[in-house]
């Protein structure tokens, strides 16, 4: 059993929990997403981590009511209980394993959409704490729908806030900025972090590879299970077939099908569209368990 020791509500659908989880706290690193259960007979909805601390071994997640189970989340109090929280999963991001002097020499520019926000902050924070300060553009729709500017602020080089409506910091989409920063203010950047919804991180894949800049997208929106079982997340990278609660959650984004990847998750919300992936896709519908059959 995991224990909530913290709960805020940070928009009107989107909250943050801070979790007692000190196994996972102290072997997690950025880029990693964690399983949760509320009870025994819960679904287990995979989530992307904002925040961990090894020393009070807690995990902090930031979710949206967007589903039943998400719904039903949104009910819990501090001091309940997650049956399950299980994690770390997914490969870490790709910096976390180079030599720090490679890191050291790259100017990083992340972009963060909407609730996508949450899972940059671990990165950033990684990086501020390891002497390398990057550019952030975070992107909602509106003012109040920023998530997280204030932890943002500690930790990120230079911080841009834009909003689709204006409403708030720059007006426009993320991809606005990126063109702003790059033609405009004349940054050079050696990689872009993108993570936020599917169709954001298309869309900013399609604007950098017109600068050449190598762009890392992180998949967790495909996710069902998070167990390599289901067969959601499967995508197409380049010449090969993924998973990306198992190879992932993070991948070129330059090599990414996009297209493919949203199609199958409108196909994969009903039993008919599921089955007729399945019957398509044969072996390899699902991912690396080895137990599906
Ligand atoms: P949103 O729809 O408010 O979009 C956030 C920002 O993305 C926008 O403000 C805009 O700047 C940019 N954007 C959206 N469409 C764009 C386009 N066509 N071109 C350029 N930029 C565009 O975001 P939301 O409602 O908070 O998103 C929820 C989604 O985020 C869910 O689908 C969820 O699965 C996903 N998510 C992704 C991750 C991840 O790891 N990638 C993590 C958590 C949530
Ligand atoms: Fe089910 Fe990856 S989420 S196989």
Redesign the pocket.
Known sequence: MYKIVKKAQLTETIFQMEVEAPRIAKACKPGQFIIVKIDEKGERIPL?ICDFDAEKGTITIVF?AIGASTYKMTSLKEGDYFRDFTGPLGMPSEFCDEPLEEVKKRKYLFVA????T??VLPQIKWLHNHGIDADVII???TKD?VILEDEFKKYSGNLYI?T?DGSYGRSG???DTIKYLIEEEGKNYDVCVA???????K?VCLMTKNYDLHTIV????IMVDGTGMCGACRVTVGDEVKFACVDG?EFDGHLVDFDQAMKRQTLYKTEEGRAYLAAKEGDTHHGGCGQCN
Not at 218 to 221: A, D, E, M, Q, T
């Open positions: 992307t949206m959409g909407g609730v996508g949450a899972p992107g909602a729709k729908l834009t689709d989409m993320v991809t993570i936020g919804p599917m169709i954001m991180m869309f992180s998949l967790n929106p959650p």
